[in-house]
């Protein structure tokens, strides 16, 4: 493999001094993003686990605890979510054929909307805390669900607020790749940085589609 | 001119920034035999003060509460800080590359961050240490940890968290590395088996470490923010935690021992001269380990509570998980049938790990065996198990392959006589230490206690005794192997005759490991060719 | 139970010694035959061999598989407490062991057990996870809060064995001792004679009217809530279709948290007790449901 041809010479000034050349260097990032992502699926599953065993153990308190999420400000979220991962794939799209405003106005866009996911998330959070349905902090809820309803609360918290850290690595993610952009470190040879926070944006889309119905929507098919 | 190559990794550079700004493996790994050395006396120093404690059945030494926070420290020290990071990031680091032919691991600034977000887990837990320890055991069991104890839970686990990050990235840099970096010629089969054991214990802590990163998390936010997913008290169940927690510290183990296997092959071969006997079955049984690993972590709970059934299937798992071990050992036996033996220091730490291995499996069939484990369970019967398995068999191989490899690191060799000696005495100060354990806990003295019953006493007294000579054991490397960085004979680029891709470059190695990237024509440990008909250099594109 | 835990201990130990010692002696054996010195400088070129790899291979299968079956029947029997056992309640809390006999007699960190008669315990813990394990009869079992875990034994011998709490639990975890004391038929009926307090059940009785259970669970099924009348063990259907058996660790949850899982027919209408009675406390109303007659208490008798 290593004794292909001769790299070529624009493609020479990204190449790592550890690497035989671009090609390796490109599959090296794919692969590292993928094993990440597996990392990943580990990270949410330990509360997704712990999320289905207790969901069995008390669906009640569960359905009940969900009827208290706002429906509708999940369903914006998640159609905000689904437009952002256009943008991003777009951002990607623009970043094959090389044309640099279009890579950072797309990433800009995938980023504004990222916050307006958060902006939202927080009044939700707002929400929760004036309705004291914060675990350890205010909780009550009503009769006959007052104990139980906290541990599904508690997922919704951890769950969510991991899920929005993400988010935010994501948004500062993307604001570096903005700025490479715009100074014009990508070409359509070049471009595996984009492709690759591309590949974290979707992934953190992806978790929230499986969180909003979880957490949403469960109460309501009971 | 003392026989050294002209410029080689640790003289291109002096200065700490030229340390602390590295991005080169091999000096990546010295910093972390730096740091986990420091966390092996650091946790060492807990060892010696349980076992003074334990020479009397009373506990007159020390208060309860201070007892039961050396222990914890002791455990979360030796297996967050040393054993789990010991053989994968110092030897890992230092090897991989050089083993596979490639002039670095794929993320060269990926490896140094691993070794700061280390460093800054690791601070986190010295300072939960200094700010008056944690007394839960390293297990973390709630509600203990989330609830009742009133010591310092979360900064111990938000730094274990934070250096659960240091793993996960060091195993993602060495899948991508062996994945996609191996020298032209260099198949899997041909790769050495220390390479394979890496690989093996990397899935682990990718897949598994997120999940000890979440759990430990979730009792953190309990303990700080009041979330309830632990509490009895709120419908919560302390047993989850313990699945959880299990889920990951079970293939810990795993991460413990696959890469100290993974030494202890390269050992056999190259102190026999010989290829390391069925290398396709030794090859897969890290990886049969590191699968069946991650089914097996009910077997510490059979007594927690969990159905009858569960019980069953977890233990039938379990004694299947001793089968790709048991492969090993035979291999490595029938290895040194018709070798040419040498008794090197590194060869007497890999003989003493499969005897002390042997033992450490053996018991492991006592605790899988359900009806046994439910008497030894949480007893010293234990406590010698992993002791034989961790100590006997981690630290031992670790020891053997820093020995071993220890010319190619400083390009000197240590002496020979004083090491042997050394491993003559860690090897019976180990076993006095923890055989009588065995006994102990099979009389029923159970684990973590402060004071125990007076027909303990002479057994416990023996583990003590032989705890000062373990000691002694291993102070007296850390001296003559410092000394040698200056006084020790030259080393050459293979002292030991063997074969190896590391051992074809210089001593110390360049800093791009290899001037050019080496052709691979054979299989690993072809020691019936000269190295030069295994290895073709100058034939690869450019340098 | 020990002899039998002791004879698969035995045979451990002796396929641990057959394979440990072959080792040791293969070691040492090639180390000395095949040590290296002129004329041997290299080992000799062998790869593999698939026969004796299957073999050793199959052999500690085969061996392990031996090993599992023989601790799965030791387990299976150690977590089925025979019908007839004597039924002792026992609540752990830092750093202490509570016990009632079902006759009434409490105790505090000491058993008091007949010879040759099967002791049943019923575990709870008030705080953290405590274990109860008693070296000489090979038994040991978490104490959990908030569930209830059992564990049995038979002493064969009068005498005293030594109780340890063999889960960690806190500063005193080591000083969390307790003794069993084993005493012939005799001697145990005239001690359980000494400090009569009432029986459990008669505890539980008490506890039922002064808690006012009794307003609603009327025996003749005419309350707001459903007659507890041979309840015990019973299968019950509950609102929405599902079953669940009447067990301890049901009525325990129904009287903390009894909205959820409600009789079929019945209104979610009972208060919580949480924080109203003690574990104590609930063990005794449950030993009282269980005097009013149910399955188990009928296949006892």
Known sequence: MSSASPPMPDALS???????????QHEASWLGMWVFLATEVMFFGGMFTGYAFYRSGYPGAFAAGSNRLDVLLGAINTAVLIASSFTMALAVHAAQQGRRRAIVNCLLLTMLLGTVFLGIKSYEYYEKFVEHLVPGW?????????????????????????????????????????????????SAEYYTPVELSGLYWHFVDLVWIFLFPLLYLVGRHL | MNGLPREHYLNVDYGIRSWLFTTDHKRIAWLYLLSVTVFFFFGGIFATLIRIELLTPQGDLVQAETYNKFFTMHGVTMVF???????????????????????????????????????????????????????????????????????????????????????????????????????????????????????????????GTPVIAI?????????????????????????LFQHLFWF???????????????????????????????????AFSSLAIAVIGFLVWGHHMFVAGQSVHAGLIFSLLSFLVAIPSAIKVFNWTATLHRGAISYDAPMLYALGFIGLFTIGGLTGLFLASVGVDVHVHDTYFIIAHFHYIMVGGSIMAYLGGIHFWWPKMTGRI?????????????????????????????????????????????????????????????????????????????????????????????????????????????????????????????????? | MAPRVDALFYFLIAVSLFFGLLIAVLIVYFAVKYRRRPGRERGALIEANIPLEIFWTAVPLGLTMVMFVWGATIFFDESEPPVGSIDVA?????????????????????????????????????DVIHDFFVPEFRIKKDVLPGRYTTAWFQATKAGEYRVFCSQYCGAQHSGMLARVVAMEPADY?????????????????????????????????????????????????????????????????????????????????????????????????????????????????
């Open chain 1, 14 to 24: 990204v190449r790592a001094h550890q690497f035989e050349n671009v090609e390796q």
């Open chain 1, 138 to 186: 205010n909780f009550s809820f009503e009769a006959p669900f007052e104990r139980t309803a906290e541990i599904f609360f508690s997922f919704y918290f951890a769950m969510t607020g991991m899920h929005a850290l993400h988010m935010i690595i994501g948004i500062v993610l993307l604001a570096v790749i903005a700025l490479k952009a715009r100074r014009g470190r990508f």
């Open chain 2, 81 to 207: 800080f040393f054993l789990i990071p010991a053989t994968p990031a110092v030897l890992g680091n230092f090897l991989v590359p050089m083993m596979i032919g490639a002039r670095d691991l794929a993320f060269p600034r990926l490896n140094l961050a691993s070794w700061y977000i280390f460093v800054i887990g690791g601070l986190f837990t010295l300072a939960a240490a200094a700010a008056g320890g944690v007394d839960t055991g390293w297990t973390f069991y709630t509600p203990y940890s989330s609830i009742y104890s009133n010591t310092h839970v979360a900064l111990t686990v938000v730094g274990i968290f934070i250096t659960g990050f240091s793993s996960i990235l060091t195993g993602l840099n060495f899948i991508v590395t062996i994945h996609k970096m191996r020298a032209p010629g260099l198949t899997w089969f041909r790769l050495p088996l220390f390479i394979w054991a890496i690989y093996a214990t990397s899935i682990i802590f990718i897949l």
């Open chain 2, 215 to 239: 759990t430990l998390l979730l009792v953190g936010l309990e303990r700080l923010f009041g979330l309830g997913i632990f509490d009895p008290a709120r419908g919560g169940d302390p047993v």
């Open chain 2, 248 to 282: 990951y510290s079970h293939p810990a183990v795993y991460i413990m021992i696959l890469p100290a296997m993974g030494v202890e092959s390269e050992l056999i071969a190259a102190f026999a001269r010989k290829r390391v006997f069925g290398y396709e079955f030794v």
């Open chain 2, 414 to 543: 240590y002496p020979e006589p004083v090491a042997r000696v050394a491993a003559l005495i860690v090897f019976l100060g180990f076993n006095l230490t923890f055989f009588p354990q065995f006994v102990l806990g099979y009389l029923g003295m159970p684990r973590r206690y402060h004071a125990y019953p007076p027909e303990f006493q002479v057994l416990n007294v023996m583990s003590s005794a032989g705890a000062s000579i373990l000691a002694v054991g291993y102070l007296l490397p850390l001296l003559y192997l410092i000394w040698s960085l200056r006084y020790g004979r030259v080393a050459g680029a293979n002292p030991w005759g063997a074969r190896g891709l590391e051992w074809q470059t210089p001593s110390p190695p360049p800093t791009h490991n290899f001037d050019t990237i080496p052709l691979v024509t054979d299989a690993a440990y072809a020691y019936d060719k000269e190295p030069e008909e295994v290895y073709e250099f100058g034939k690869s594109s450019h340098a």
């Open chain 3, 90 to 126: 026992v609540v752990g809390r830092q750093w202490m062991w509570k016990i009632q006999h079902p006759e009434g007699r409490r105790e505090i960190d000491e058993l008091h057990v007949p010879v040759g008669r099967p002791v049943k315990l019923t575990m709870i813990s008030e």
């Open chain 3, 189 to 301: 009926q005239q001690w359980l004679g000494g400090g009569l307090t009432g029986t459990p059940a008669e505890g539980g009785r008490n506890l039922f009217q002064r808690l006012g259970c009794a307003t609603c669970h009327k025996s003749d099924g005419t309350g707001q809530g459903p007659s507890l009348v041979g309840l015990f063990g019973k299968t019950v259907k509950l609102e929405g279709g599902k079953t669940v058996v009447a067990d301890a660790a049901y009525i325990r949850e129904s009287i903390l948290d009894p909205r959820a899982k409600v009789v079929a027919g019945y209104k979610p209408i009972m208060p919580l007790f949480k924080g109203l009675v003690s574990e104590e406390g609930i063990l005794q109303i449950i030993a009282f449901i269980q005097s009013l007659g149910g399955e188990e208490s009928a296949a006892a008798r």
